[in-house]
């Protein structure tokens, strides 16, 4: 279990806290699913990205994320684990890729470089996970097909900020501290959550299992 977070703002926000600051609370709030190791990653103060780890696959450093392509133009925060990865590794280095890593992580990198957002369809695995194309200006997200993997996000014209866990959210103050009523209601009701992209919180929604996104 790992905890990734991140911040994408629409423009220059007058007075708004440094993105280094604000995901590193987010960081700090989700400190308790990656005791090995974070980071933080700030593209011009328009993009920040977090991560919390837990180390599973190369537990040496080059494991750590944020994770880079070897241009720096692609920058990914990943929580989760694609069992393939080295079938996909293996492929992808035939096709010319070359790898500082054994983790599964690099492997997205690589297979986003070769097959852009249809990556995904190649992954066995469960994953939720946040790439920053640096080139392109645009937020590439993603989880896996049944949900295993959580995905929580707050979504408004100024800014998309996302987190493993709605503590994350709180922390970059983005929740209002209301519940959503009617996802509640239906709860207590019947027993039971329906997975339609709301959560028990006002204002905080989830990617849809099996569903990727961009922007």
């Avoid at 190369?58 to 079938?87: R, T």
Wanted: with cysteine.
């Amino acid at each position: 279990m790992c905890g990734i977070n991140g911040v994408v703002r629409s423009g220059a926000s007058v007075g708004a806290i440094p993105l280094e600051v604000l995901v590193g609370r987010m960081n700090d709030a989700l400190a308790h699913r990656g005791p090995d190791g974070h980071g933080v990653f700030v593209d011009e103060g328009r993009v920040g990205l977090g991560h919390r780890r837990l180390s599973i696959l190369d537990l040496s450093d080059a494991g750590g994320q944020p994770m880079f392509n070897e241009d720096h133009s692609l920058a990914l925060v990943f929580n989760g684990e694609i069992y393939n990865y080295l079938e996909l590794m293996a492929e992808l280095k035939a096709a010319g890729h070359v790898f500082r890593s054994h983790s599964d992580t690099e492997v997205i990198l690589h297979a986003y470089e070769q097959w852009g957002p249809d990556c995904v369809r190649r992954f066995n695995g469960m994953w939720a996970f946040a790439l920053w194309d640096r080139r392109a200006r645009q937020l590439f997200v993603s989880r896996d097909r049944f949900g295993v993997k959580p995905f929580y996000f707050h979504h408004t014209p100024e800014a998309f900020a996302f987190s493993s866990e709605p503590a994350g959210l709180k922390a970059a103050g983005c929740m209002n501290g209301q519940a959503n009523l009617t996802k509640l209601h239906a709860y207590l009701a019947y027993g039971y959550r329906i997975s339609d992209g709301t959560t028990f919180f006002d204002q905080v929604q989830e990617l849809l299992p099996g569903h990727s996104g961009r922007l």
